[in-house]
Antibody
Framework: EVQLVESGGGLVQPGGSLRLSCAAS????????MHWVRQAPGKGLVWVSRINSDGSSTSYADSVKGRFTISRDNAKNTLYLQMNSLRAEDTAVYYCARANSGWTDWGQGTLVTVSS | QSVLTQPPSASGTPGQRVTISCSGSSSNIGTNTVNWYQQLPGTAPKLLIYSNNQRPSGVPDRFSGSKSGTSASLAISGLQSEDEADYYC???????????FGGGTKLTVL
């Protein structure tokens, strides 16, 4: 069974940093592109970033470019999102998702709250 | 303001057929395929339709997708109470070099 489990969310002050993790199991992690998608409270889904299967290629939404860094450790079956210079508008539930003809599998999400 | 445009709400009675539209442009829906996601209250999204009209295994054939030009549609036939959820369309945008979503449509089963 495919499982994606996010962790690392919490309360952080504006300008602060946080690193999210997504532990994957039940599939060959190193074979799949992975994505981060976020959802602000009561709002819609917003794509954040993606990374290819070996980590050599990444893309970011304009709203996070230069502040967020996506990475992966295929030996540990783990996806990461390093978030720096956090702003109030980054407050959201962050989901990791596996790309397999669409985002077929999602984690349960981890809440990031940026507030003083 | 979402790049893809969906109606904020839709509704129907049990057994009815409802359609949700998703309007984009030449840089997204016009050149790339569309995926649809269902999000039940308090849960993570679930893939409903990929590549415009393909259903992942386990998704009932009551759900169908189509695309024409720069617009796409999700149709739900034989509406059931458990279909009450938020529905999102998504596509890759060649100009933005990223994925874009619609703002979501809240479906109410009356």
């Amino acid at each position: 069974e495919v499982q994606l489990v996010e962790s690392g969310g919490g309360l952080v002050q504006p300008g602060g940093s946080l690193r999210l993790s997504c532990a994957a199991s039940g599939f060959t992690f190193s074979s799949y592109w992975m994505h981060w998608v976020r959802q602000a409270p009561g709002k819609g889904l917003v794509w954040v970033s993606r990374i290819n299967s070996d980590g050599s290629s990444t893309s970011y939404a304009d709203s996070v470019k230069g502040r967020f860094t996506i990475s992966r450790d295929n030996a540990k079956n783990t996806l990461y999102l390093q978030m720096n210079s956090l702003r109030a508008e980054d407050t959201a539930v962050y989901y990791c998702a596996r790309a397999n003809s669409g985002w077929t599998d999602w984690g349960q999400g981890t809440l990031v709250t940026v507030s003083s | 303001q979402s790049v893809l445009t969906q109606p904020p709400s839709a509704s129907g009675t049990p057994g009815q057929r409802v359609t949700i539209s998703c309007s984009g442009s030449s840089s997204n829906i016009g050149t790339n395929t569309v995926n649809w996601y269902q999000q039940l209250p308090g849960t993570a999204p679930k893939l409903l339709i990929y590549s415009n009209n393909q259903r992942p295994s386990g998704v009932p054939d009551r759900f169908s997708g189509s695309k024409s030009g720069t617009s796409a549609s999700l149709a739900i036939s034989g509406l059931q109470s458990e279909d009450e959820a938020d529905y999102y369309c998504a596509a890759w945008d060649d100009s933005l070099n990223g994925w874009v979503f619609g703002g979501g449509t809240k479906l109410t089963v009356l």
